[in-house]
């Protein structure tokens, strides 16, 4: 028996953080058991490296390879194991993020980052992405009244146009991975799209 893996993405203040534990409730009401986690992060030396790519200057190359670092630990010490024994895996961001950030946000070297994640996880991608898609411009809106910035969240509107750019891409390549919600409905409706859909899930 494996378990599921599903993924939730957006760009910062797009609202997936609402829903994430809203959710792992519902798996777990319909008897699954349930590992609700995050990336980068999820594992002591990830939570490390995440404290480091969110608050210390660095290249873009040397941010790449330690969202992969991350994501390497993260899998091999819970992701995998918890899918092993029947879990279900939710997860906040995967190698989706390192798509749009690193790839269509900085612009960097997106067929790199495919061979890292076809090296890291050649046999596993989520079953289920939910694209929590909103404007750039709102999404910085709702994330100045929430919290003080990061340094993904220092960006500016420009980068997060096109790491909304690059989502909405991954999502049509991928149509029967990905279910896009639109962020600017209402908490209510777009609870009721994601338990529709969390309900279809075998
Ligand atoms: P969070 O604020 O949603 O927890 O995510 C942390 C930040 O890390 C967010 O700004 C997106 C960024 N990120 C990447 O740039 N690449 C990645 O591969 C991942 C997983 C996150």
Redesign the pocket.
């Known amino acids: 028996m494996k378990g599921r893996f599903i993924s939730f993405e957006?760009?910062?203040g797009a609202g997936?953080?609402t829903h994430l534990e809203w959710y792992a409730e519902r798996l777990r009401e319909a008897g699954r058991a349930v590992l609700l986690t995050?990336?980068?992060?999820g594992t002591e030396l990830a939570e490390a490296l995440?404290a480091l790519?969110?608050g210390e200057a660095m290249d873009a190359r040397t941010?790449?390879l330690l969202?992969?670092a991350?994501?390497q630990d993260h899998l091999e010490r819970r992701v995998r194991p918890a899918l092993a024994n029947g879990t279900w895996v939710v997860c906040?961001?995967?190698?989706?993020?390192?798509?749009?950030?690193?790839g269509s946000?900085?612009q960097g070297p997106t067929e790199r980052i495919r061979d890292l994640a076809d090296w890291i996880h050649p046999d596993l991608w989520p079953d289920r992405t939910y694209l929590f898609d909103l404007p750039a411009p709102e999404a910085l809106r709702r994330r100045a009244q929430a919290r003080p910035a990061?340094?993904?969240?220092a960006e500016d509107v420009a980068f997060f146009e096109r790491v909304r750019a690059g989502y909405q891409a991954l999502a049509r390549a991928e149509p029967n991975r990905f279910l896009v919600i639109d962020a600017n409905e209402s908490i209510d409706r777009i609870r009721l799209v994601l338990a529709n859909d969390c309900a279809s899930l075998r």
């Not at 995050?38 to 992060?41: D, K, L, S």
């Not at 990061?150 to 969240?153: G, K, P, S």
């Open positions: 957006g760009i910062d997936k953080s995050r990336e980068p992060g995440r790519l969110l941010e790449l969202m992969f991350a994501r906040d961001r995967f190698t989706d993020s390192t798509l749009a950030y690193q946000g900085r990061d340094r993904f969240e």
